[in-house]
């Protein structure tokens, strides 16, 4: 079984910055492709960004490309989502997720979720 914790979620203002990161347990964990989705209320959970087991990323390119980055740290067991010029259409829950194979846009296709850290972006 795989533990993800998030952290770092907290309100912002417009234009801020904010660094996320998701803890995972096993020592499996290079191996998983690792993502961030987030859910705004009223709505369905969307894909953000993924990262693979060999580094490659891909983004929302509509609503975050430029403006995100994802990145994992392996010996730390991390996954980590920079946010920056935040607006306030990325209030959200974030989520950090894991999966053993392949790469997926669908949240439903994914394995493994943390609870989630509110990100609140005021105007």
């Known amino acids: 079984q795989v533990q993800l914790v998030e952290s770092g979620g907290r309100l912002v203002q417009a234009g801020g910055s904010l660094r996320l990161s998701c803890a995972a347990s096993?020592?499996?964990?290079?191996?998983?492709?690792m993502g961030w989705f987030r859910q705004a209320p009223g709505k369905e959970r969307e894909f953000v960004a993924v990262?693979?087991?060999?580094?490659?990323?891909?983004y929302d390119s509509d609503s975050v490309k430029g403006r995100f980055t994802i990145s994992r740290d392996n010996a730390k067991n991390s996954v980590y989502l920079q946010m920056n010029t935040l607006k306030p259409e990325d209030t959200a829950v974030y989520f950090c997720?894991?999966?053993?194979?392949?790469?997926?846009?669908?949240?439903?296709?994914?394995?493994?979720w943390g609870r989630g850290t509110q990100v609140t972006v005021s105007s």
């Open positions: 997720a894991g999966k053993s194979l392949g790469v997926s846009r669908i949240a439903s296709m994914w394995d493994y």
């Open positions: 990262i693979t087991a060999n580094g490659d990323t891909i």
């Open positions: 096993g020592r499996t964990f290079s191996s998983y492709v």
